[in-house]
């Protein structure tokens, strides 16, 4: 089955933890990417990776690292995370059509 | 002026009604439109997915495209209780992957047993 895996789906921490929410995905799309999504904003993309190595800033980078070590990898680093932060996020992977994640709901105290 | 607006809602319909979910933008480079449904607390999922102008049909649900008035459409016949979700549209220049989908923050419906 196709799928695009996030973990955790549930994170609640503390402000400069430094936590990393992983994505795996299993259709071997070389596209992938990260969203969060807030009432009243909607999703907005924060980081996403055209190919193993290749990663550019989205709309809302700041705070925010990730890596693409492999492709089928993308995982998001919060170094230190802050209560603004707080948000559901996606992890989604797309050749022609866009597949997301179940999401991860991140509270930072 | 915002690149796509989407009313938010909440709208909510009796069981069986004929619901309308509309998207306006502003942007005419825009070539590839999308409706995804989001459940409560999961991702969202692709529903409809259409090129340029034109209707198209998938069991209830009709996705109209009109770009010279720059609006697209998402009807659902004999709605049921579990279409209830919230209902993104979304939209790019291009069908490849190298092309950013813009979406609108979503309209809540709940549909009543």
């Known amino acids: 089955e196709a799928q695009v895996t996030q973990n955790p789906r549930y994170l609640i921490t503390v402000t400069g933890k430094k936590l990393t929410v992983t994505c795996s995905q299993n259709m071997n799309h070389e596209y992938m990417s990260w969203y969060r999504q807030d009432p009243g904003l909607g999703l907005r993309q924060i980081y996403y990776?055209?190919?193993?190595?290749?990663?550019d800033k989205g709309d809302v980078p700041e705070g925010y690292k990730v890596s693409r070590k492999e492709k089928r990898n993308f995982p998001l680093i919060l170094e230190s995370p802050s209560p603004n932060q707080t948000s559901l996020y996606f992890c989604?992977?797309?050749?022609?059509?866009?597949?997301f994640g179940s999401g991860t709901q991140l509270s930072v105290l | 002026q915002k690149e796509v607006e989407q009313d938010p809602g909440p709208l909510s319909v009796p069981e069986g009604a004929i619901v309308s979910l509309n998207c306006t933008y502003s942007?005419?480079?825009?070539?590839?439109f999308m409706w995804y449904r989001q459940y409560s607390r999961k991702g969202p999922e692709l529903l409809m997915y259409?090129?340029?102008?034109g209707n198209k049909e998938d069991g209830r649900f009709t996705a109209q495209v009109d770009k010279s008035s720059k609006y697209i459409s998402l009807f659902i016949r004999d709605s049921q209780p579990s279409d209830s979700a919230t209902y993104l549209c979304?939209?790019?220049?291009?069908?490849?992957?190298?092309?950013?989908?813009?979406f609108g923050k979503g309209t809540l419906l709940t549909v009543n047993p």
């Open positions: 259409t090129y340029s102008s």
């Open positions: 990776s055209m190919n193993v190595e290749v990663t």
């Open positions: 979304a939209m790019s220049k291009g069908g490849g992957s190298n092309y950013k989908l813009t």
């Open positions: 942007n005419s480079a825009f070539q590839y």
């Open positions: 989604a992977s797309n050749d022609e059509k866009l597949f």
